[in-house]
């Protein structure tokens, strides 16, 4: 049965119970917040066995991986942004981190910020934030992204990896913008079943080990059928051959596109191509 405050106490003065004390005033307010630590670069690293929380230990299961193919001088190759007290390597492998730890938007990767082990593993004494993981979005440019998947087909192919032998599977994919104002265009996004205003990508996936080998999301209505070409052109620019067998449906793009590059068709009616060499 709900009662106010004012009869719990007349109960508890019948019952002869006192009121707590007041609090002090050091103890009231709301409690002290303590100043986040900066990111910044570590001096050096732990030369001895060191004790850190780890909320996250199954992203150091991706360090190997990173070291074996360079993935740091690969971002510092591709010339990505920095700060003077951050490379490129600190905010684009916090924001690889964040993506492999399933964060599905950038404002969540603060809650990153305070694993130590994680900031440690890329050689700073705490994670970027937010804000500084936006700025750093912001400022990055289609060349930089270009080189580095470059780089990274190149990493890849000696180890038996986006190869292209069995094809590549290509597609467009819309992700759907959520705020007002937005200078995009609409596109059709299939969860919503509908045309809204969104970011147009293009993927391209070795179909034989899953290996994403091209992505662009700068793509307008009036440019998306010729992306096809643009990743043939990409492929052989990386690797010094023509992409094999590409897989890709009908809406990707037009016969128009198609007239004007030289194709061989897999099957009469079917959308598997297969490009001259």
Not at 202 to 227: C, L, P, R, W
Request: a positive charge; aromatic letters at 6%; charged letters at 20%.
């Amino acid at each position: 049965m709900p009662v106010s405050a004012q009869t719990v106490w007349q109960v508890l003065d019948a019952e002869g119970l006192p009121r707590l004390p007041r609090r002090d005033d050091s103890r009231r307010g709301p409690p002290a917040r303590l100043d986040p630590v900066k990111a910044a670069a570590l001096a050096g690293w732990p030369t001895g066995p060191v004790s850190l929380p780890y909320d996250h230990a199954g992203l150091f299961l991706l360090l190997p991986a990173i070291t074996q193919i360079g993935l740091p001088d690969l971002i510092a190759a591709a010339g990505y942004p920095s700060t003077e007290a951050l490379t490129s390597w600190h905010s684009i492998g916090t924001l690889l981190l964040a993506k492999c730890a399933r964060k599905p938007r950038l404002s969540h990767a603060g809650t990153l910020a305070d694993d130590a082990g994680l900031a440690v593993a890329l050689g700073l004494a705490a994670l970027p934030k937010t804000t500084h993981l936006g700025t750093c979005s912001w400022r990055v440019r289609r060349d930089s992204n270009r080189a580095l998947l470059t780089g990274l087909v190149r990493a890849l192919r000696p180890l038996g990896l986006a190869t292209g032998e069995a094809g590549f599977n290509c597609d467009f994919h819309a992700i759907r913008h959520h705020g007002e104002q937005a200078v995009l265009e609409k596109h059709y996004v299939p969860r919503r079943s509908r045309r809204t205003r969104a970011v147009l990508t293009f993927f391209a996936q070795d179909h034989a080990t899953s290996d994403m080998v091209y992505a662009n999301a700068d793509i307008t209505k009036a440019g998306q059928a010729a992306e096809i070409v643009a990743f043939a052109d990409y492929w052989n620019t990386a690797t010094g051959s023509d992409p094999g067998l590409l897989v890709f449906d009908s809406q990707l793009t037009a016969y128009r596109i198609l007239d004007d590059w030289p194709l061989t068709c897999a099957a009469p009616g079917n959308d598997r191509l297969r490009r001259d060499g």
